[in-house]
């Protein structure tokens, strides 16, 4: 069974940085696509995503603000958030396609736990 396991989430001031950490563990072969995404109250929406090929997409509102990464042979996905805004506030989920060492042999969406992430002065 794969499970993905969030770190990195915490209280910070406007204008600080985070960097979230996602490490999926169990029989795995390989990631594709890495997302991260945020729920806050009312509204959940994609942050970013980056492919197999290292191809990352970000939505606009943490344009120039973050950056998303992976490091395959640690299977783990990160988000380095800098110039947080309080409306940055939100608990940050990962999501992985992630290929298995069982059938059918082909990419499945897994989901991380969540982690809390508080911009407030």
């Known amino acids: 069974q794969v499970q993905l396991v969030e770190s990195g989430g915490g209280l910070v001031q406007p204008g600080g940085s985070l960097r979230l950490s996602c490490a999926a563990s169990?029989?795995?072969?390989?990631?594709?696509?890495v997302a991260w995404y945020r729920q806050a109250p009312s509204k959940r929406e994609l942050v970013a995503s980056i492919?197999?090929?290292?191809?990352?997409n970000y939505a606009d509102s943490v344009k120039g603000r973050f950056t998303i990464s992976r490091d395959n042979d640690k299977n783990t996905g990160y988000l380095q958030m800098d110039g947080l805004k309080p409306d940055d506030t939100a608990v940050y989920y990962c999501?992985?396609?992630?290929?298995?060492?069982?059938?059918?042999?082909?990419?499945?969406?897994?989901w991380g736990q969540g982690t809390q992430v508080a911009v407030s002065s």
């Open positions: 999501s992985m396609g992630i290929v298995t060492t069982s059938p059918p042999y082909r990419s499945h969406n897994y």
């Open positions: 169990g029989s795995i072969v390989r990631m594709n696509t």
């Open positions: 492919t197999d090929d290292y191809t990352t």
